[in-house]
Each structure stands twice: as structure tokens, then as C-alpha cells.
């Protein structure tokens, strides 16, 4: 089973900064059932990034998404006060990472 | 609008079976797999399985192998989640999330993109 690792566990920062997340897969995954996903308290997952890059519908264009085989990367690049959450990579049909959460510095 | 409206809290006791409905709207309910995923309190998710709902496959993760029955009513667009044999370290909130898939230049790309709201176990003599 493919393990995914997420770093850092918590990023602390302030609004307006860039934020950058990690998800490390223990071996290559194809970057097509790579997804990102934020989760705020009390809410269900909502879906950011699918195909390690692309955008669903409805994100704001300052979320990005990066990375290949093992590495990949969610960057936000402004943050807004909204994007104070937990985030999660997956691949598709097995487990996600432990999550990052992102807090206000 | 396509929504997946999820099933009340569940209190059971351990040993006992807890099985969560999903019911789907707003979408052709057999044109889409259904996962599960689920989120002890404080911890992360946790995914289980998907089920097809056209043919009734299922594949679920190692870890509720023998465990977890997903299963579905088409004429209700439902979907529903069974975990027998509960502990208390089953307490959690599960969420049942429609999958979709997008076709780019013959390469599949799959998420989950509509979520229920969750529906809350709890395991506790």
C-alpha cells in the first residue's frame, strides 16, 4: 500500500503570505489520481485539486498544484482569512496523507 | 443541485452493526461510484471503499475487509455503508463522497467531488 506523507503537520501563516504543502508518496503515483482536499472544522472534505494540477470547479486561481511520481505539491499563493484549513492529498481509491494544517500566524 | 444527503447519528454499542445511508439527487445515480470515507474525532480521513453503483461491485480498503458491506438501492438512489463487529475506536464521522472522472487525451483522471455532510457514530457501552 502506498503511504502518503504530508509536511509540515501545521504552517503557520499570516494573510497575504504564500503557503506551500508537501505530499511525498511512499512509491511513484500516477499524477492523474492525485487529488487535493480542504477541510474546515465541522465541514466535510471539499475537493481543490484533481490530476495533481488541475482545478475543480469553482477554485479561486491563487490555489495551484504541482508535482510528479513521488513529490507533489499544493501552493496557494495570497492567502485569504477562508484558507485557514486542514488539507489533504489522496490518491484516488486509497489512503489520503495525514493532513497539514494551515493556521493563522 | 446535486447533493448526497446522509443519514441521522448513530449511537451502538460495541459488538453491535451500524449501517449509514447516502441518498443521491441531482445526478443519474448509477453513472457514478460511490466512496466512504471516514474521520475519527480530532484524527484525519480514513478512506474505506467504493461501491458501483450500476453493478453493485465493491472494493474496499484491507483494513474493513470482512468488516464493511456497501450496498445500494437504485430505485432510491441510495447508497449505504454496513460495519459490523463495532469497537470504540469505530466512532467517527462517515462521509459517503461521489466520485467523477474527467478524460483528457485518453488520461483518467478520478476525485471525489460532492460529499454528504457526514453522519456521526458513536461507539460506547
Known amino acids: 500500500e502506498i503511504v502518503l506523507t504530508q509536511s509540515p503537520g501545521t504552517l503557520s501563516l499570516s494573510p497575504g503570505e504564500r503557503a506551500t504543502l508537501s505530499c511525498r508518496a511512499s512509491?511513484?503515483?500516477?499524477?492523474?489520481?492525485l487529488a487535493w482536499y480542504q477541510q474546515k472544522p465541522g465541514q466535510a472534505p471539499r475537493l481543490l485539486i484533481y490530476?495533481?494540477?488541475s482545478r475543480a470547479t469553482g477554485i479561486p486561481d491563487r490555489f495551484s498544484g504541482s508535482g510528479s511520481g513521488t513529490d507533489f505539491t499544493l501552493t496557494i499563493s495570497r492567502l485569504e482569512p477562508e484558507d485557514f484549513a486542514v488539507y489533504y492529498c489522496?490518491?484516488?481509491?486509497?489512503?489520503f496523507g495525514q493532513g497539514t494544517r494551515l493556521e493563522i500566524k | 443541485q446535486v447533493q448526497l444527503v446522509q443519514s441521522g447519528a448513530e449511537v451502538k454499542k460495541p459488538g453491535a452493526s451500524v449501517k449509514v445511508s447516502c441518498k443521491a439527487s441531482?445526478?443519474?445515480?448509477?453513472?457514478?461510484?460511490m466512496h466512504w470515507v471516514r474521520q475519527a474525532p480530532g484524527q484525519g480521513l480514513e478512506w474505506m471503499g467504493w461501491?458501483?453503483?450500476?453493478?453493485?461491485?465493491?472494493n474496499y480498503a484491507q483494513k474493513f475487509q470482512g468488516r464493511v458491506t456497501m450496498t445500494r438501492d437504485t430505485s432510491i438512489s441510495t447508497a449505504y455503508m454496513e460495519l459490523s463487529r463495532l469497537r470504540s475506536d469505530d466512532t467517527a464521522v462517515y462521509y459517503c463522497?461521489?466520485?467523477?472522472?474527467?478524460?483528457?487525451?485518453?488520461?483518467?483522471?478520478?476525485?471525489?467531488?460532492?460529499w454528504g455532510k457526514g453522519t456521526t457514530v458513536t461507539v460506547s457501552s
Open positions: 463522497a461521489r466520485e467523477d472522472v474527467v478524460v483528457v487525451a485518453a488520461d483518467y483522471y478520478y476525485y471525489m467531488d460532492v
Open positions: 441531482g445526478y443519474t445515480f448509477t453513472g457514478y461510484y
Open positions: 461501491i458501483n453503483p450500476n453493478s453493485g461491485g465493491t
Open positions: 512509491q511513484s503515483v500516477s499524477s492523474s489520481y
Open positions: 490530476g495533481a494540477s
Open positions: 489522496q490518491q484516488y481509491g486509497s489512503s
